[in-house]
């Protein structure tokens, strides 16, 4: 079993900043791949970013491409999204997602079976 703890959501004006962190304990880790995903009022659970866990490996949706960037801490276990130059549409419930995924398959919801609870994070314009 892999557990997963989100942290660092909360309300942040359009321009500004969050960093969001996913804490991982369980399974040794180093084989797995640690994705954010994002679900928005009414819509559907949408891939963010997913990096293995040495970093060497990281992928991004079009619409944070630029914006957002994740990283790893292999000694500590947690990875992070940072958000910047954050929009009203990136507000949304953040969810930190694991699993063994291959490097083709990242971007997949479907390839993810280990889920944190959520963070809410709320752009004002």
């Known amino acids: 079993q892999v557990q997963l703890v989100e942290s660092g959501g909360g309300l942040v004006q359009a321009g500004g900043s969050l960093r969001l962190t996913c804490g991982a304990s369980g399974r040794t880790l180093s084989t797995y791949v640690l994705g954010w995903f994002r679900q928005a009022p009414g819509k559907e659970r949408e891939f963010v970013a997913a990096t293995n866990w040495s970093g060497s490996r990281t992928v991004y949706a079009d619409s944070v491409k630029g914006r957002f960037t994740i990283s790893s801490d292999t000694a500590k276990n947690p990875v992070y999204l940072q958000m910047n130059s954050l929009k009203p549409e990136d507000t949304a419930v953040y969810y930190c997602?694991?699993?063994?995924?291959?490097?083709?398959?990242?971007?997949?919801?479907?390839?993810?079976?280990?889920w944190g609870q959520g963070t809410q994070v709320t752009v004002s314009s």
């Open positions: 997602a694991a699993d063994r995924v291959s490097i083709a398959s990242m971007i997949r919801i479907d390839q993810y079976h280990y």
